[in-house]
């Protein structure tokens, strides 16, 4: 009887081995951010390809498979390609802290999403180092551990207290611009750079009950938001009518969609909304 070479047995289980090899390679996902304008997602690694999507620098994307030129990428659920160059994984360090609105910690996370699993939490004045910006996140290093946080509860400075005196405040004043068809703008910082929260017409003055606690919440809600979904939100609309806001502290009301969408982009606004209501109650993404 002829013996079988001994290399010939070990080959089905080599064959196995490379089989249950090759899929953990495929598994290794990188998280990319797009770099240099809008960036088209095809169908297939071709120019000629489909379009499936568009999206703006910044936006972060899920690398599947580097196939050099093209890479195929996941973002949102949907998948495609687009070509590698327009995609970055570096970007200049730099040091800011955890801020929070409740105080609470700051999760940092596996992923540049709410989905991503929480590796751990660090408490408010925090220092991070920031290895990669994108929309809504931030890849950073953080006491020898690397993760994503959201950008919104990080701030270039370590403490939110100031030096303002508030004694003898909060006031009531009444708004007088100097054309009438002017508004005043309340802006999220002292400068005239900084993000508009609202807008009040001449004659408003404010007499609702704990309206700063509203307004505060009204701002951590639109911060969430757009720190997620850039560009989702209008300013907050600052009014001397009170829509039954004064019967609870923390009571909105909140106006989704308008005349140029459809009903299903209202209530995919929705959605988003609630994504970002559920980041704002929980203080730390």
């Known amino acids: ?12 289980a080599l064959a196995l081995i490379l089989a249950l090899m090759l899929p953990l390679v495929s598994l290794a996902e990188v998280s990319k951010v797009v770099k240099g304008g809008a960036l088209n ?5 071709s120019l000629s390809a489909q379009v499936l999507r568009q999206y703006p620098t910044g936006t972060w994307m899920t690398v599947l498979e580097d196939m050099g030129e093209w890479s195929k990428v996941r973002v949102n659920g949907l998948e495609g390609y687009v070509m590698s160059k327009y995609l970055s994984d570096t970007s200049s360090d730099s040091t800011l802290y955890v801020r929070t609105n409740t105080g609470r910690g700051l999760n940092l ?17 925090t220092a991070v180092t920031v290895l990669l910006r994108g929309n809504g996140w931030y890849k950073v290093s953080v006491q020898g551990m690397t993760g994503y946080m959201a950008s919104q509860y990080l701030s270039a400075s370590q403490s939110s207290g100031g030096g303002t005196s508030t004694s003898g405040y909060p006031k009531t004043g009444v708004v007088n611009n100097p054309g009438a068809n002017q508004v005043l703008l309340l802006r999220e910082t002292a400068s005239t750079d900084a993000r508009v929260l609202g807008y009040y017409r001449n004659g408003t003055s404010v007499q609702l009950p704990a309206w700063r606690q509203n307004l505060r919440f009204a701002a951590a809600w639109e911060r969430s938001m757009e720190g997620m979904y850039p560009g989702f939100t209008r ?51």
């Open 235 to 285: 300013p907050v609309l600052f009014s001397y009518r009170f829509y039954n806001q004064d019967l609870t502290t923390g009571s909105l009301l909140i106006e989704i969609g308008g005349h140029g969408n459809n009903l299903n982009e209202a209530l995919y606004a929705g959605q988003l909304a609630a994504k970002g209501l559920a980041a704002a109650l929980l203080g730390g993404a």
């Open 1 to 12: 009887m002829q013996k079988t070479p001994l290399y010939k047995r070990c080959l089905p």
């Open 41 to 45: 997602m095809r169908a297939e690694p």
């Open 109 to 125: 996370r596996d992923l540049p999403s709410l989905e991503g699993n929480i590796i751990t939490s660090f408490k408010p004045g």
